[in-house]
């Protein structure tokens, strides 16, 4: 496995990773806005991919903010590829590009008693690597629960 910056040619791979999770996340792949976020976050140095010789592995959509939280925006690893430590290698890759501590990195998740939360294994995901759960952030686009889960670097 590689863990690279995104480049626009990658943007298929993207569509492709999105398409296994809209029953969980809501419509992306036909959403020009989508489309935007990726070249936008590919363009600034702030979108990566893991990548195999079969094809993308993952991708992370990252923000930076020098005066407040980051942000992992958008992580989905391919369903052949989780468990793997795919997903890992994509949070660490970026926490080292883009964060300096002290800072705080925030990711928004599915809320406990929405029902890709132990599907997916978003929450303990993000636990195993030291978020912590914080509080509720708006629903999601298919209406489910949301919460904020927050990792702080010393």
């Known amino acids: 496995m590689t863990v690279r910056l995104a480049r626009p040619e990658d943007l298929p791979g993207f569509l492709a990773l999105a398409a296994e999770v809209e029953h969980w996340f809501g419509p992306m792949v036909a959403e020009p806005g989508f489309h935007r976020a990726v070249e936008k976050s590919a363009a600034r140095g702030l979108a990566t991919v893991a990548e195999d010789g ?3 592995l993952g991708g992370l959509l990252f923000g930076t903010d020098p005066e407040g939280p980051h942000h992992l925006h958008w992580l989905v ?12 290698a994509l949070v660490e ?3 080292r590009r883009h964060v300096r501590a002290p800072a705080a990195v925030e990711v928004v998740t599915f809320g ?16 195993r ?3 912590t759960p914080a509080e ?4 999601g686009p298919e ?10 670097l010393t």
């Open 54 to 56: 079969r094809g993308l």
């Open 77 to 88: 690893v391919a369903e052949r590829a989780r468990g793997t430590g795919t997903g890992r």
């Open 93 to 95: 890759d970026a926490l």
């Open 112 to 127: 406990p008693d929405h029902p890709g939360a132990v599907t997916s294994g978003a929450r303990v995901f993000y636990e």
């Open 129 to 131: 690597l030291g978020f």
């Open 136 to 139: 509720p952030a708006a629903p």
């Open 143 to 152: 209406g489910g629960s949301r919460q904020v889960y927050r990792l702080r």
